[in-house]
């Protein structure tokens, strides 16, 4: 496994969880104008996130051992990712991942709104 496998998935997991916080956090204050927009936006790149994350772990089975270690180092940045994007505080959002890793991996699995 190289550092830039690593890297990779540290990189595609932080996005995929920004997306996951903003999904849960922040879609139910948005207007229904810009939850549909917005939505669908998020929508897509939490589905575009999951496919190149399994082919990822497929292609590099080690990764599967660090995957837990990435998804802490992730997270961290994903809440202040998401705190800039969606220009709401990072308090909101929970010190630890709220998400386990299967929920993260899962197609289908969005956070309650």
């Known amino acids: 496994m190289s550092d830039s496998q690593q890297h990779e998935l540290v990189n595609r997991l932080r996005v995929?969880?920004?997306?996951?916080?903003?999904?849960?956090?922040?879609?139910p204050?948005?207007?229904?104008?810009?939850?549909?927009?917005?939505?669908?936006?998020?929508?897509?790149?939490?589905?575009?996130?999951?496919a190149a994350l399994r082919y990822l772990l497929e292609k590099n089975t080690a990764l599967q051992a660090v995957l837990a270690e990435a998804i802490v180092e992730s997270y961290r940045q994903a809440v202040d990712m998401a705190a800039e994007e969606s220009d709401?505080?990072?308090?909101?959002?929970?010190?630890?991942?709220?998400?386990?890793?299967?929920?993260?991996?899962?197609?289908g699995f969005y956070p309650p709104r």
Do not use: M, N
Request: positive net charge.
């Open 16 to 27: 995929l969880l920004a997306h996951l916080l903003k999904w849960h956090f922040q879609y």
């Open 29 to 50: 204050r948005l207007s229904q104008r810009w939850a549909e927009i917005e939505g669908k936006r998020w929508r897509d790149t939490i589905i575009e996130q999951r």
């Open 88 to 107: 709401v505080p990072a308090t909101i959002f929970p010190r630890e991942c709220p998400y386990d890793q299967a929920q993260i991996l899962e197609r």
